[in-house]
């Protein structure tokens, strides 16, 4: 099925933006739904944004609706997510994850996870 490589966390100050990246290798990306989890130790996997095949639909959870922006690059078999203006609440480790099928269904149903990269935002 391929594999996942998240980059770009790092330790921020709050008011800071980050982008995170998420290459896949071994699959055509257009094919896949592609979404962003994070987890914070202690406390259970988060939904935070998906875009599906082609890039026209979008879905974000409310908590980061507004700050967060994801998008893709098919060509490059890479998803991104544009983090700003962070708080020390969006402290976690972020995953990428893949789910076959092009078009946004619903937030559950991932079965492809990278490794994670951990986003840590100081107050």
């Known amino acids: 099925q391929g594999q996942l490589a998240e980059s770009g966390g790092g330790l921020v100050q709050a008011g800071a933006s980050l982008r995170l990246s998420c290459v896949a290798s071994?699959?055509?990306?257009?094919?896949?739904?592609m979404a962003w989890f994070r987890q914070d130790p202690g406390k259970d996997r988060e939904f935070v944004a998906a875009?599906?095949?082609?890039?026209?639909?979008?879905d974000y959870a409310d908590s980061v609706k507004g700050r967060f922006t994801i998008s893709r690059d098919n060509a490059k078999n890479t998803v991104y997510l544009q983090m700003n203006s962070l708080k020390p609440e969006d402290t976690a480790v972020y995953y990428c994850?893949?789910?076959?099928?092009?078009?946004?269904?619903?937030?559950?149903?991932?079965?492809?996870w990278g490794q994670g990269t951990q986003v840590t935002v100081s107050s």
């Open positions: 994850a893949a789910k076959y099928g092009p078009t946004w269904t619903s937030r559950n149903g991932y079965t492809s």
């Open positions: 071994g699959r055509s990306l257009s094919l896949y739904t």
């Open positions: 875009i599906s095949g082609g890039g026209g639909t979008t």
